[in-house]
Nanobody
Framework: QVQLVESGGGLVQPGGSLRLSCAASGLTFSRSTMRWYRQAPGKERELVASISGSGSTINYTDSVKGRFTISRDNGKNTAYLQMNSLESGDTAVYYC??????????WGQGTQVTVSS
């Protein structure tokens, strides 16, 4: 019943911007930490950003600090990842991950982000 539906990926030129969305259903969204991961070809999946249920605690991996912004709208049960100043190194499949207080983690299907001229 839990479902995470991602959208917003695509092809963008270096320096451009994209906003990823993750619409959640079937879980207590406001009490779930939301995370964005990414996995590039030939590389391990890495945690990009996380945000606590209330939005009060936010963390980023060093490579995206100052460029990416994670946010959430608990009224819409949606998490976002605003990506600015995109670089070729940001090319990856981006995954939404929900971490409820109780029960297993849930994953979105992934959305491709390609940064290329």
């Amino acid at each position: 019943q839990v479902q995470l539906v991602e959208s917003g990926g695509g092809l963008v030129q270096p320096g451009g911007s994209l906003r990823l969305s993750c619409a959640a259903s079937g879980l207590t969204f406001s009490r779930s930490t939301m995370r964005w991961y990414r996995q590039a070809p030939g590389k391990e999946r890495e945690l990009v950003a996380s945000i606590s249920g209330s939005g009060s605690t936010i963390n980023y991996t060093d490579s995206v600090k100052g460029r990416f912004t994670i946010s959430r709208d608990n009224g819409k049960n949606t998490a976002y990842l605003q990506m600015n100043s995109l670089e070729s190194g940001d090319t990856a499949v981006y995954y939404c991950n929900a971490v409820p207080w109780i029960g297993p983690n849930y994953w979105g299907q992934g959305t491709q982000v390609t940064v290329s001229s």
